[in-house]
């Protein structure tokens, strides 16, 4: 959970990074796929429009982070998608670690610790949220028809 501070801060540094976000997107993948190369043939389709989808799911996730609730089932329906996209639970740990990154770059000394842990939280919340619905997928494939 986070508590009020902790959204606020994720808040206004996500609105400085989206004045940035082309530059952002490029940045995020240039550090994932240097962090594990392994994950560069799963992205199939143009980078630049992939990185436009990460950063306007990102942004609708923090604008909702207030009322969670309202945004799980689609983010579980895009867990369910990402078994399909070969998408693994060690996976989210890599991508974690590469955003943070990018909003380090992005913010530079604004990055404090108190920022740090609360986009820590934030992302460890969607990810949680996706690998639940994800392993649900495993143990039922035919629940990813409604996805
Ligand atoms: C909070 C975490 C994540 C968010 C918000 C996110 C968001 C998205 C979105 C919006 C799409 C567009 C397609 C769709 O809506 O189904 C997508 C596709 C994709 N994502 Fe993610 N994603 C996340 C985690 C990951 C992780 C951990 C990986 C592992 C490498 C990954 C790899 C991919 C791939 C391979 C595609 C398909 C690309 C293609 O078809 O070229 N994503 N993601």
């Known amino acids: 959970m986070l508590s ?14 989206e004045t940035i976000a082309d530059e952002a997107a490029s940045l995020f993948y240039g550090r994932l796929f240097e962090l594990d190369p392994a994950l560069k043939p799963l992205f199939r ?23 969670l ?21 060690a996976h989210y740990d890599t991508v974690g670690a590469a955003l943070l990154w990018t909003l380090e770059q992005g913010l530079g000394a604004a990055f404090t610790d108190e920022v740090a842990e609360a986009w820590a939280l934030t992302y460890g919340a969607l990810a949680s949220v996706m690998k639940e619905a994800a392993a649900e997928v495993a143990a039922s494939p035919e629940a990813v028809a409604s996805a």
């Open 45 to 67: 389709g143009d980078m630049a429009a992939q990185g436009k989808k990460l950063m306007q799911t990102i942004g609708v996730a923090v604008a909702s982070l207030d009322k």
């Open 4 to 17: 009020d501070n902790q959204i606020h801060d994720v808040k206004r540094t996500w609105a400085v990074v």
């Open 69 to 89: 609730g309202e945004v799980v089932p689609a983010v579980q329906a895009l867990g369910r998608r990402h078994v399909g996209y070969g998408v693994t639970d």
